[in-house]
């Protein structure tokens, strides 16, 4: 059974950062990718940036701004939120997944706010 465990969320000042951490509970080399996810008040989920084992994925509003990055050794995904603005305000939730024997779990989220 795959847990996660987020933390890293709070409230920042537009322009400033924040890096959250995603624990996992078994080895995240075993999963075909981990990622982050980010829900704002009265919109859909949304994917933020995704990993695999040699390969980041990223969306479009995101670019250059954020970065994902993973440490196998301790089974934890970061994602490093630079120059943040108000509408990156949301709940952001881990995911991980695999093809076989398949996986795909959420986290219970953290909460991101951007205000001055």
């Known amino acids: 059974q795959v847990q996660l465990v987020e933390s890293g969320g709070g409230l920042v000042q537009p322009g400033g950062s924040l890096r959250l951490s995603c624990a996992a509970s078994v080895s995240i080399f075993s999963l075909s990718s981990m990622g982050w996810y980010r829900q704002a008040p009265g919109k859909e989920r949304e994917l933020v940036a995704t990993?695999?084992?040699?390969?980041?994925n990223y969306a479009d509003s995101v670019k250059g701004r954020f970065t994902i990055s993973r440490d196998n050794a301790l089974n934890t995904v970061y994602l490093q939120m630079n120059n943040l603005k108000p509408e990156d305000t949301a709940v952001y939730y881990c995911?991980?997944?695999?093809?076989?024997?398949?996986?795909?779990?959420w986290g219970e989220g953290t909460q991101v706010t951007v205000s001055s």
């Open positions: 995911n991980a997944r695999r093809i076989y024997p398949p996986v795909n779990v």
């Open positions: 990993i695999g084992n040699s390969n980041t």
